[in-house]
């Protein structure tokens, strides 16, 4: 492993930055203390042991986590990652930008999280089944189609939800598809999840050109992270005739001024695991990649990978947040002083968990839709969303991302609100 994968300060509480960031909304939306004291921490947090008996007869013991920030507006949903540096704090801080997202796109779930502390990429099929399977057993209180539904992330995949709803099922001794998002079609999951949440950025993306007057056309893009939602947005913009001039993945980054062919590199990545050593490329370092001129930036790795020592030497007209907090609060001031347009994760990110929501509601209706369908449902969904806080952006004069989680929080607040305090 590189450099980069290694966790700054920053890196290491994102609780922290994702706190500062409901506080400014909540500043602004003028919340009451009671609301704000009853927002401001998860509902339910669970840390599990997981023993896997490893493939040398020894048994390890990893570390896992399942936090329900907020159920205000419905079920807990949210992914699951397996990843070396998945703590507690992080994952509190995906579950809480959970809560804000889904009310962002105004879909009828809370906000939730998992993890587990593993690398992945050092276990065999049998130890990585092992391992999802008794974490599965080990979150079961917490998780169910009306409950918390789970849904992949960094270094899970349909795979392992076919493993978790597998292990739930059988515990239940019925089907029980929309205990997962994110599963094979073939075992109920949606088409056109896979990439859902890449195509959601690109919607964003489409969407903040059209406000500034950008046509996508050869536009200069920068994507950090070649992973699900990182190749699949480069994938699009390429399609779009946007020019991909440099990628990472966690191996390193790569660059080719005249553009990269995104088809070809995510070939060479299925073959290779990395995205080093393609054809017509050179390899560069990730801060001179960061710091590469460019229209479109997409981060689509870790959180706080742009922080304040960063970000002044950033140059991009706009940043599409395609992974959750990869913006420290402290460079959300230096980049919006520099006028980049920034699309806040809370809303650029959101078509992941948008057709999850299809996919939960098509298994509890056994009514299942087209890949057409899913799309243009979508599509209006990133639109109107992205439309409800550009509102907000423009009438109280804020930047987007405290517009975004006005909008997020403001939605969550008045379901609280609503719902009152039990038993008082
Ligand atoms: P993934 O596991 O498919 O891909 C992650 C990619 O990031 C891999 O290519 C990996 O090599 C790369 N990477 C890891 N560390 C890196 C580093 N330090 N520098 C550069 N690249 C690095 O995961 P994903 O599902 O694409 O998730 C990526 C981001 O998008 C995460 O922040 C995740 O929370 C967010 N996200 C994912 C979904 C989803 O549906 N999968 C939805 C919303 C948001």
Redesign the pocket.
């Known amino acids: 492993m590189e450099a980069?994968?290694k966790p700054s300060a920053v890196q290491r509480n994102p609780y922290e930055a994702a706190l500062k960031n409901f506080d400014i909304a909540a500043d602004h939306l003028e919340l009451d203390h009671d609301i704000r004291a009853m927002l401001r921490d998860p509902e339910r947090e669970l840390t599990v042991t997981v023993p896997v008996r490893m493939d040398d007869g020894k048994v390890e013991t990893f570390v896992g986590y399942r936090v329900q920030y907020s159920t205000a507006r419905g079920p807990g949903k949210g992914?699951i990652?397996f990843h070396p540096n998945v703590t507690l704090d992080e994952v509190k801080a995906?579950a809480c930008w959970m809560t804000w997202k889904c009310a962002v796109v105004n879909i009828p779930f809370g906000g939730a999280k998992g993890g587990v502390t593993c690398n992945p990429k050092k276990l065999s099929i049998r130890e990585l089944e092992h391992l999802t399977r008794r974490y599965t057993v080990g979150i079961l209180p917490l998780i169910g189609p009306d409950l918390d539904i789970p849904?992949?992330?960094?270094?899970?995949?349909p795979q392992i939800m076919a493993w978790m709803m597998d292990t739930y099922e059988m515990t239940k001794g019925y089907s029980v598809p929309g205990v997962v998002t994110?599963k094979p079609v073939s075992l109920g999951g949606s088409h056109g999840r896979n990439e859902?949440?890449g195509r959601g950025v690109f919607y964003s993306i489409q969407n903040a050109c059209d406000f500034l007057n950008i046509s996508l056309e050869n536009t200069t893009v920068v994507v950090?992270?070649?992973?699900?939602?990182?190749?699949v947005t480069a994938h699009l913009l390429d399609s779009a005739e946007s020019n991909v001039v440099a990628v990472?993945?966690?191996?390193g980054?790569i660059y080719n001024k005249d553009g990269l062919s995104i088809p070809k590199l995510i070939l060479h990545k299925a073959h290779t695991g990395s995205v080093l050593g393609f054809a017509g490329s050179e390899e560069i370092s990730?801060d001179d990649m960061l710091s590469l001129r460019c229209d479109i930036l997409v981060p689509?790795?870790?959180?706080g990978?742009i922080t304040g020592e960063n970000a002044d030497r950033l140059n991009a007209r706009i940043i599409a947040e395609?992974?959750?907090?990869?913006i420290t609060p402290d460079a959300d001031s230096i980049l919006f002083g520099k006028g980049v347009f920034v699309i806040p994760?809370i809303l650029c990110?959101?078509?992941?968990?948008t057709v999850?929501y299809f996919e939960w509601a098509q298994d509890e209706s056994h009514v299942f839709w087209d890949e057409a369908e899913v799309y243009a449902r979508l599509e209006k969904i990133m639109k109107n969303s992205f439309m409800d806080v550009l509102k907000i952006h423009r009438d109280r004069h804020v930047n987007m991302r405290v517009a975004a989680n006005m909008l997020g929080v403001g939605r969550v607040a008045e379901a609280a609100r609503l719902r009152g305090l039990y038993p008082q």
């Open positions: 980069v994968e992914g990652r995906l849904a992949p992330d960094v270094y899970t995949n994110g859902a949440t950090q992270g070649f992973g699900n939602a990182g190749s990472s993945d966690s191996t980054c990730a689509a790795a870790l959180e990978a395609a992974a959750n907090g990869p994760d990110n959101a078509g992941g968990v999850s």
